[in-house]
C-alpha cells in the first residue's frame, strides 16, 4: 500500500516533527515501510518555460530552433516538435535531466546549440503515447518544475501489507494519521467523516431489500452530474498512490477508497433496469459482465449485487460494465456498504479476482462509516466539478449499527504480560489518545474500543496489552531471565522414539528428511487403497489438488523423489508425520496417526530386476539393523500383500505379533501416474505401535555372552523356480532346531543360461556357534548332510 505524506499532512502536522523521527515511530510502534522515495523526483529539473521565438533549423529541414524563457533565463532549444508556437508555455528537460534511461545534454543538433529537450505526456510519464510536446494553460508559472506544477512534489511510503493485516483502520490516509498523531502526541484537525451534507427529500423510487448477507447497504440517487476531468489534486493523489485518472466521478469513488478506506460505487441510473436492490448469492452458471471487460461464468454462493433480477456487480470485488458511468452520465446511484469479509474472501478466490476494494473487504469492515461517507463523497463530488448535484434521502439497511465491544481488565493483568511496571494514568492516557474510552474503578479498567478497531482487531484484554506494548515501545521493556521452578520434565517416549529413529536414519544410513503438506488429492488419497474411505475433505476448499487431509505420507515422498530423481543418482528420503482418518459421518474428531515413512530410488533401470532385488534387500536388512539400534533384535520379516506394492516384493514386519513396519517396491500403475522413472522402494513405520513394542521390550538386556569357541559357516545353493519364495527354505530350517544355529540369510542369488530359464541359483549362509566346544569336521559334515537331507525331502534340487 502507498501513502502520500502530502495527504497525511492534511489531516495532521507531520511537518512540524523530523521526517526520521516519523519513520521510526511508524517503524516501531506501527508497521514496517517497504520503501521511502521522493515522487518522480527525476522531474525536479524539469521547468516551465514559454517560447520567445521560433525559426527554421539552418542545416535540418525537419528541425526548428527556438528560443525559450523561464522568466529570467533564456535557452536554445532544437526540437523536432510541429506543434509548437511562439507564445506557448511548455516543459523543458534541462541539461543532466534522465528520462526514459536517456540523459539529457546540452550538445550541438547539426551545427546549433540544444540547452535541453522539450517534453511530451509520454516523457513525463503521463501517457503511454503522445503526439508532440505538451502544451500548458497561458497562465501557467514561469520556472518552477513540473514536480510543483501538477502537485507532484511528494514522499511516497510504501506500506508493507502483511504487516497490517488484522489492522483495516489504517488502509487509508486518514486512518493512518488518525494513528500516527496519537503514537506521535500530535493533533488531529480534519475529519472527514464529519462532512456536513443535506440532503434532498425523497428517495426518487429507489429501494433497498434487507438481506442477512451484508452488514450494511445503502444507495442514494444524485441528479445534475456533469462528467469531465478531475481537479489537479484529485488528481494528482490517485497517481501518487498508483491509480490512473479516470473522470470526476469514478475518481471521487477512488479517492474516498484511499483517504477513507471505505469502498463506494457508482452506477448510471439510466442503465438500470429497476428501482430495487438487494445483496443476494448466485446460481451456479451465472454470468456477468465486469468493468475489466471480463464475463466470469460464476459458481454458486458468489456474492452479487442485484438491480431488480439483473445481477449488476461482484458485492464489494468489482462492477459490473453495463451500468457503469459513461461520459454521457447525467444521473447516477451511488452505492455504500460493507459486507461479511467471508464473502468476500469466498468470491476472490473462486473468481481470482482482487481489487483495491476487495482487498479492503476482506479484513472486516465496520458498517458506521457507511453514511457518513456518503456525505464526504458528495463533498468531494461538488469540489470536483459537479457544484449543483441534487442528492436525496438514503435508502438501505444496517444490521450491526449498535454493535459495541468492552473489554474488561485490571492493572495487574496489564503489568503481568507486559512485564513493565506501567501506572494506571499511563494505561488510560495511552487508550484514550488511541481513542479507546476508558473507565477505572481502583486498578479495574472497562475499555469501549472505538468502532473502527471492534471487528475482528481488539477483542480481549490481551489485544489491550498489545496496544499498550506497541505505544511505549517494545525496546522500552526490560529483558529478564525467566522465574521459574526447575523441575525433572515429564517423559514423553514417543518423542524419544521419533528422535532416535531420525538420527539412526540420517545420521547412520544417510537418509535425507523432508517435510510437507498435510493435504492431498483425490488421487493422493487412493494410494492406500485400505485407507481411501477414510479420507476427510477439508470444509473450506482448497485447490482441488489440496482438497483433503492427507492419509498416507507415500504421496508427498514420491512427489519430492520426482523433482529430484533426474539431479541426483542417489535419493533416500524419510518423513516423520501424521496422517488423518475419519470413520463414518459422526460428529467425533478424525484420528491422528503417526507414521515415519522411507522411499529409496533405485539407481538402476527399471528391467534390472536382479539389481532392484538386491536393493530391496539392501533396505529390508536397513529397517532390520533400526530394531537392532533399538534393542528390538525379536522381529521377523513375513510377506503379505499390499496393493499399492508389486507383488512379490511386499513384506510386514511382525514383532510380537504385532504388525510395525511395511515395506515394498511401488507397483508400476503408481510409478507411472507419477511419472517416476525409476523403481521406488517404499516402506513405513507404525510410530503408535513401535513406541509400546519399545516401552516394552526395548529396555530389556538381550546381551549374550559372547562364545569363547570361533564361529563356523555353511552355503548350501539350491535350485528353484524363479517364482519360488526364498524365505520358504530358510522357515524350514529353523523348525530343525539345530542347537548350533544363530542364523540363516540368502547369500546370493543367481541367474543365468547355466541355470536355466525360469530358475534361480540361490545360496544360502548357515551361520554357526557353539558355546562349549570347538566345531569338529565330523559334526560339519552332520549338520551339512542334514541340510541337504532335508531339502532334497522337501523337493528342493542341489546345484
Same mark, same amino acid.
Not at 497562465?139 to 513540473?146: A, M, Y
Not at 450494511?216 to 469531465?228: D, L
Not at 471492534?454 to 489491550?464: F, G, H, R, S
Given at each position: 500500500?502507498?501513502?502520500?505524506?502530502?495527504?497525511?499532512?492534511?489531516?495532521?502536522p507531520?511537518?512540524?516533527?523530523?521526517?526520521?523521527k516519523v519513520?521510526?515511530?511508524?517503524?516501531?510502534?506501527?508497521?514496517?515501510?517497504d520503501?521511502?522515495?521522493?515522487?518522480?523526483?527525476?522531474?525536479?529539473?524539469?521547468i516551465?518555460?514559454?517560447?520567445?521565438?521560433?525559426?527554421?533549423?539552418?542545416?535540418?529541414?525537419?528541425?526548428q530552433?527556438?528560443i525559450?524563457?523561464?522568466?529570467s533565463?533564456?535557452y536554445q532549444i532544437?526540437?523536432?516538435?510541429?506543434?509548437?508556437?511562439?507564445?506557448?508555455?511548455?516543459?523543458?528537460?534541462?541539461p543532466?535531466?534522465?528520462?526514459?534511461?536517456?540523459?539529457?545534454?546540452?550538445?550541438?543538433?547539426?551545427g546549433?546549440r540544444?540547452?535541453?529537450?522539450?517534453?511530451?505526456?509520454?516523457?513525463?510519464?503521463?501517457?503511454l503515447?503522445?503526439?508532440?510536446?505538451?502544451?500548458?494553460?497561458k497562465?501557467?508559472?514561469?520556472?518552477?518544475?513540473?514536480r510543483?506544477?501538477?502537485l507532484?512534489?511528494?514522499t511516497?511510503?510504501?506500506?508493507?501489507?502483511?504487516?497490517?493485516?488484522?489492522?483495516?483502520?489504517?488502509?487509508?490516509?486518514?486512518?493512518?494519521?488518525r494513528e500516527?498523531?496519537?503514537?506521535?502526541q500530535i493533533?488531529?484537525h480534519?475529519?472527514?467523516?464529519?462532512?456536513?451534507?443535506k440532503?434532498?427529500?425523497?428517495?426518487?423510487g429507489?429501494?433497498?431489500?434487507k438481506?442477512?448477507?451484508?452488514?450494511?447497504?445503502?444507495?442514494?440517487?444524485?441528479?445534475?452530474?456533469?462528467?469531465?476531468?478531475?481537479?489537479?489534486?484529485?488528481?494528482s493523489?490517485?497517481?501518487?498512490?498508483?491509480?490512473?485518472?479516470?473522470?470526476n466521478?469514478?475518481?471521487?469513488s477512488?479517492?474516498?477508497l484511499?483517504e477513507l478506506?471505505?469502498?463506494?460505487?457508482?452506477?448510471d441510473r439510466?442503465?438500470?433496469?429497476?428501482?430495487?436492490?438487494t445483496?443476494?448469492?448466485?446460481?451456479?452458471?451465472e454470468?456477468i459482465?465486469?468493468?475489466?471487460d471480463?464475463?466470469?461464468t460464476?459458481?454458486n454462493?458468489?456474492?452479487?449485487?442485484?438491480?431488480?433480477?439483473?445481477?449488476?456487480?461482484l458485492?464489494?470485488v468489482?462492477?459490473?460494465?453495463?451500468?457503469?458511468?459513461?461520459?454521457s452520465?447525467?444521473?447516477?446511484?451511488?452505492?455504500?456498504?460493507?459486507f461479511?469479509?467471508?464473502?468476500v474472501?469466498?468470491?476472490?478466490?473462486?473468481?481470482n479476482?482482487?481489487?483495491e476494494?476487495?482487498v479492503?473487504?476482506?479484513?472486516?469492515?465496520?458498517?458506521?462509516?457507511c453514511?457518513?461517507?456518503?456525505k464526504?463523497?458528495?463533498?468531494?463530488l461538488?469540489?470536483?466539478?459537479?457544484?449543483?448535484?441534487?442528492?436525496?434521502?438514503?435508502?438501505g439497511f444496517?444490521?450491526?449499527?449498535?454493535k459495541?465491544?468492552?473489554?474488561?481488565?485490571?492493572?495487574?493483568?496489564l503489568?503481568?504480560?507486559?512485564g513493565?511496571?506501567?501506572?494506571?494514568?499511563?494505561?488510560?492516557?495511552?487508550?484514550?489518545?488511541l481513542?479507546f474510552?476508558?473507565?477505572?474503578?481502583?486498578e479495574?479498567?472497562?475499555?469501549?474500543?472505538?468502532k473502527?478497531r471492534?471487528?475482528?482487531?481488539?477483542?480481549?484484554?490481551?489485544?489491550?496489552v498489545?496496544?499498550?506494548g506497541?505505544?511505549?515501545?517494545?525496546a522500552?521493556?526490560?529483558t529478564e531471565?525467566l522465574?521459574?521452578?526447575?523441575?525433572?520434565?515429564?517423559?514423553?517416549?514417543?518423542r524419544e522414539?521419533?528422535?532416535?529413529?531420525?538420527?539412526?536414519?540420517?545420521?547412520?544410513?544417510?537418509f535425507?528428511?523432508?517435510y !510437507?503438506? %498435510?493435504?492431498?488429492?483425490?488421487? #493422493?488419497? +487412493?494410494?492406500?487403497? @485400505?485407507?481411501?474411505?477414510?479420507?476427510?475433505?477439508? &470444509?473450506n476448499?482448497?485447490?482441488?489438488?489440496?482438497?483433503?487431509l492427507?492419509?498416507?505420507?507415500y504421496?508427498?515422498?514420491?512427489?519430492?523423489t520426482?523433482?529430484?530423481?533426474?539431479?541426483?543418482?542417489r535419493?533416500?528420503l524419510?518423513?516423520?508425520?501424521?496422517?488423518?482418518?475419519?470413520?463414518?459421518?459422526d460428529?467425533?474428531?478424525?484420528?491422528e496417526?503417526?507414521w515415519?515413512?522411507?522411499l529409496?530410488?533405485?539407481?538402476?533401470?527399471?528391467t534390472d530386476?536382479?539389481?532392484?532385488?538386491?536393493e530391496?534387500?539392501?533396505?529390508?536388512?536397513?529397517?532390520?539393523e533400526?530394531?537392532?539400534?533399538?534393542?528390538?533384535?525379536?522381529?521377523?520379516w513375513?510377506k503379505?500383500?499390499r496393493?499399492?506394492?508389486?507383488? !512379490?516384493a %511386499?513384506?510386514?514386519?511382525l514383532? #510380537?505379533? +504385532?504388525?510395525?513396519? @511395511?515395506?515394498?517396491?511401488?507397483?508400476?500403475?503408481f &510409478?507411472?501416474?507419477y511419472?517416476?522413472?525409476?523403481?521406488?522402494?517404499?516402506?513405513k513405520?507404525?510410530?503408535?505401535?513401535?513406541?509400546?513394542?519399545w516401552?516394552?521390550?526395548?529396555?530389556?538386556?538381550?546381551f549374550?555372552?559372547p562364545?569363547?569357541?570361533?564361529?563356523g559357516?555353511?552355503?548350501l545353493?539350491?535350485?528353484?523356480n524363479?517364482?519360488?519364495?526364498?524365505?520358504?527354505?530358510?522357515?524350514?530350517v529353523k523348525?530343525?532346531?539345530?542347537?548350533?544355529l544363530?542364523?540363516?540369510y540368502v547369500?546370493?542369488?543367481?541367474r543365468?543360461?547355466?541355470?536355466?530359464?525360469?530358475?534361480?541359483?540361490?545360496?544360502?549362509?548357515?551361520?554357526?556357534?557353539?558355546y562349549?566346544k570347538?566345531?569338529?569336521?565330523?559334526?560339519?559334515?552332520?549338520?551339512s548332510?542334514r541340510?541337504?537331507?532335508?531339502a532334497?525331502?522337501?523337493?528342493y534340487?542341489?546345484?
Open positions: 500500500m502507498k501513502l502520500s505524506v502530502d495527504w497525511l499532512n492534511e489531516f495532521t507531520l511537518s512540524q516533527i523530523p521526517f526520521e519513520l521510526e515511530k511508524i517503524n516501531t510502534s506501527i508497521c514496517e515501510i520503501d521511502v522515495e521522493e515522487f518522480k523526483s527525476h522531474l525536479s529539473s524539469v516551465t518555460v514559454k517560447i520567445k521565438s521560433l525559426e527554421k533549423h539552418p542545416n535540418a529541414e525537419k528541425l530552433t527556438t525559450a524563457t523561464d522568466g533565463k533564456e532544437v526540437t523536432a516538435a510541429t506543434n509548437v508556437a511562439v507564445g506557448d508555455i511548455v516543459p523543458l528537460a534541462l543532466d535531466t534522465k528520462l526514459d534511461g536517456k540523459e539529457i545534454l546540452d550538445s550541438e543538433l547539426r546549433v540544444s540547452q535541453g529537450m522539450y517534453c511530451s505526456e509520454k516523457e513525463l510519464g503521463m501517457a503515447e503522445s503526439s508532440g510536446v505538451l502544451i500548458l494553460p497562465d501557467t508559472t514561469l520556472g518552477i518544475s513540473v510543483k506544477y501538477f507532484w512534489e511528494d511516497i511510503l510504501t506500506i508493507d501489507n502483511k504487516s497490517i493485516t488484522h489492522r483495516p483502520d489504517l488502509w487509508n490516509h486518514f486512518g493512518f494519521a500516527l498523531a496519537s503514537q506521535l493533533p488531529l480534519h475529519f472527514p467523516l464529519q462532512a456536513d451534507t440532503w434532498e427529500s425523497g428517495n426518487q429507489l429501494t433497498v431489500v438481506s442477512e448477507h451484508a452488514h450494511a447497504y445503502y444507495v442514494c440517487s444524485i441528479q445534475n452530474v456533469n462528467i469531465t476531468g478531475s481537479i489537479p489534486k484529485i488528481k493523489r490517485l497517481e501518487k498512490c498508483g491509480i490512473r485518472s479516470i473522470n466521478v469514478v475518481d471521487v477512488n479517492y474516498l484511499l478506506g471505505q469502498p463506494t460505487h457508482f452506477f439510466s442503465k438500470l433496469q429497476s428501482t430495487s436492490f445483496v443476494s448469492k448466485s446460481k451456479e452458471g454470468s459482465s465486469l468493468l475489466d471480463t464475463s466470469p460464476l459458481p454462493h458468489i456474492l452479487l449485487i442485484q438491480n431488480g433480477e439483473t445481477p449488476v456487480a458485492a464489494g468489482m462492477g459490473g460494465k453495463d451500468s457503469a458511468v459513461s461520459e452520465t447525467k444521473e447516477i446511484v451511488m452505492e455504500s456498504a460493507v461479511k469479509r467471508e464473502d474472501r469466498y468470491t476472490i478466490r473462486k473468481t479476482i482482487r481489487t476494494s476487495a479492503r473487504y476482506e479484513k472486516g469492515l465496520d458498517s458506521y462509516t453514511l457518513p461517507v456518503m464526504r463523497a458528495v463533498q468531494l461538488k469540489e470536483n466539478g459537479n457544484p449543483n448535484v441534487k442528492v436525496f434521502e438514503p435508502q444496517n444490521h450491526t449499527e449498535s459495541t465491544v468492552t473489554i474488561e481488565t485490571n492493572l495487574s493483568f503489568r503481568h504480560k507486559l513493565k511496571k506501567i501506572s494506571l494514568h499511563e494505561v488510560t492516557d495511552i487508550l484514550q489518545r481513542g474510552e476508558v473507565t477505572t474503578k481502583d479495574s479498567l472497562s475499555v469501549l474500543v472505538p473502527y471492534q471487528n475482528y482487531d481488539v477483542t480481549i484484554p490481551e489485544d489491550l498489545e496496544e499498550i506497541r505505544t511505549i515501545g517494545y522500552s521493556i526490560r531471565a522465574s521459574m521452578a526447575v523441575e525433572t520434565p515429564i517423559r514423553n517416549p514417543l522414539l521419533e528422535r532416535r529413529v531420525k538420527q539412526f536414519l540420517a545420521l547412520e544410513v544417510g535425507n528428511e523432508v !510437507n503438506y %498435510s493435504f492431498a488429492s483425490p488421487t #493422493d488419497a +487412493k494410494l492406500e487403497k @485400505e485407507f481411501e474411505a477414510t479420507s476427510l475433505k477439508i &470444509a476448499e482448497m485447490p482441488e489438488e489440496h482438497s483433503l492427507r492419509n498416507s505420507l504421496p508427498g515422498l514420491i512427489k519430492q520426482k523433482v529430484n530423481q533426474d539431479r541426483f543418482e535419493v533416500n524419510f518423513e516423520l508425520g501424521r496422517t488423518y482418518h475419519k470413520e463414518g459421518n460428529a467425533t474428531l478424525a484420528q496417526k503417526r515415519i515413512s522411507l529409496s530410488l533405485s539407481k538402476c533401470k527399471p530386476l536382479s539389481s532392484i532385488e538386491d530391496f534387500l539392501t533396505v529390508r536388512e536397513t529397517i532390520s533400526l530394531f537392532l539400534f533399538l534393542n528390538l533384535p525379536k522381529f521377523e513375513v503379505l500383500p496393493t499399492h506394492f508389486h507383488p !512379490n %511386499s513384506l510386514v514386519l514383532y #510380537d505379533g +504385532k504388525e510395525v513396519v @511395511e515395506l515394498g517396491i511401488l507397483h508400476t500403475r &510409478a507411472d501416474l511419472d517416476l522413472k525409476r523403481r521406488a522402494i517404499l516402506s513405520i507404525d510410530m503408535e505401535v513401535l513406541v509400546q513394542i516401552e516394552t521390550y526395548g529396555r530389556n538386556s538381550h549374550v555372552p562364545s569363547h569357541f570361533p564361529q559357516q555353511l552355503d545353493s539350491l535350485l528353484m524363479e517364482s519360488d519364495p526364498t524365505e520358504s527354505f530358510a522357515d524350514l523348525t530343525l532346531q539345530i542347537p548350533e544363530e542364523s540363516v547369500q546370493t542369488i543367481f543365468g543360461e547355466s541355470v536355466g530359464e525360469g530358475k534361480k541359483s540361490v545360496t544360502y549362509r548357515f551361520l554357526l556357534m557353539s562349549d570347538t566345531f569338529t569336521q565330523d559334526r560339519f559334515k552332520e549338520l548332510d541340510l541337504v537331507e532335508t532334497k525331502i522337501n523337493g534340487s542341489l546345484r
